[in-house]
């Protein structure tokens, strides 16, 4: 009998590091979206049950582990912990933590990476700590968000390969170049 056993999205590919920008798997916990249907009580409840504020468009907030990101309209990402039963009462949850691939890049040259792989302007001057939103990232769907270190980068788990490969490609010639 053939023996199955988990692996996470990346496997093996990560950590990357190249010209002082390295790329690591995250492991972000239980992600789950919030379909509102009662955006006021999942306000509430959100605050109330995880000290999370729900996210303005293209926004995130977070608390200790606990990250909340607007995913989309009427929509957001909630990871690092699993979602309060009071929750259900002011929107559909969904559980994702399966379908994602998570990612951090850092380091000097990040920004010059993802200029050469998505079409949104994300230099520290347009794209703050704490903003959010989905774009293309070379041909993938992705959930791009800045930290105070870098960028958190999600792509559906199916693409955590070539996520891997169109980083590697970017980042050296990003270190060619300097």
Request: hydrophobic fraction near 50%; include cysteine; aromatic fraction near 4%.
């Amino acid at each position: 009998m053939v023996e199955l056993k988990a692996q996470t999205p990346f496997g093996d590919l990560l950590p990357l590091k190249i010209g002082g920008m390295t790329v690591a798997a995250c492991d972000m916990g239980q992600l789950t979206v919030l379909g509102a249907f009662d955006r006021a009580g999942l306000s509430e409840a959100l605050e109330a049950t995880h000290g999370l504020a729900l996210p303005d468009p293209l926004r995130s907030t977070a608390k200790g582990d606990a990250r909340c990101l607007c995913f989309g309209r009427d929509e957001v990402l909630l990871f690092g912990v699993a979602p309060g039963e009071a929750l259900t009462k002011h929107a559909a949850l969904v559980d994702v933590s399966d379908g994602w691939a998570v990612a951090e890049l850092q380091g000097p040259g990040a920004e010059d990476v993802l200029a050469r792989l998505a079409p949104v302007d994300l230099r520290a001057a347009a794209f703050k700590p704490g903003q959010t939103l989905r774009s293309a990232l070379r041909d993938m769907p992705a959930l791009i968000t800045r930290t105070e270190t870098g960028f958190l980068l999600m792509v559906y788990r199916s693409m955590a390969a070539t996520l891997v490969q169109e980083l590697r490609r970017a980042m050296e010639a990003v270190a060619s170049r300097r």
